[in-house]
């Protein structure tokens, strides 16, 4: 089993930045990728990032290129999530998520999943 828990999340305006973390704990060892979703009210669950564990790819959403970036810490077994130049829209629950699979940016493909962490951002 792999234990993720996220922090980071907050109240901010339109145009600041944040920055999310995600600790993983247990079998850290069976971790092939690591990857963000969100989820707003009413919405479906929307891929955000993911990067292999060996950070040789990266994937990004369509809507959070070139504002978000995903890196990761082989020491810290984390991986962190910086936002920029956020906008109303990315607004929701944020999850970080394991899998045991090589990167995917399809939630049902991943294993294990963190409690979430709310980011709202007013306009």
């Known amino acids: 089993q792999v234990q993720l828990v996220e922090s980071g999340g907050g109240l901010v305006q339109a145009g600041d930045s944040l920055r999310l973390s995600c600790a993983a704990s247990?079998?850290?060892?069976?971790?092939?990728?690591m990857g963000w979703f969100r989820q707003a009210p009413g919405k479906e669950r929307e891929f955000v990032a993911a990067?292999?564990?060996?950070?040789?790819?990266?994937f990004y959403g369509d809507s959070v290129k070139g504002r978000f970036t995903i890196s990761r810490d082989n020491a810290k077994n984390a991986v962190y999530l910086q936002m920029n130049s956020l906008k109303s829209e990315d607004t929701a629950v944020y999850y970080c998520?394991?899998?045991?699979?090589?990167?995917?940016?399809?939630?049902?493909?991943?294993?294990?999943w963190g409690q979430g962490t709310q980011v709202t951002v007013s306009s």
């Open positions: 998520a394991a899998a045991e699979r090589p990167i995917t940016t399809a939630s049902r493909r991943y294993d294990y």
């Open positions: 247990g079998r850290t060892y069976d971790i092939s990728a």
């Open positions: 990067k292999s564990w060996s950070a040789v790819t990266t």
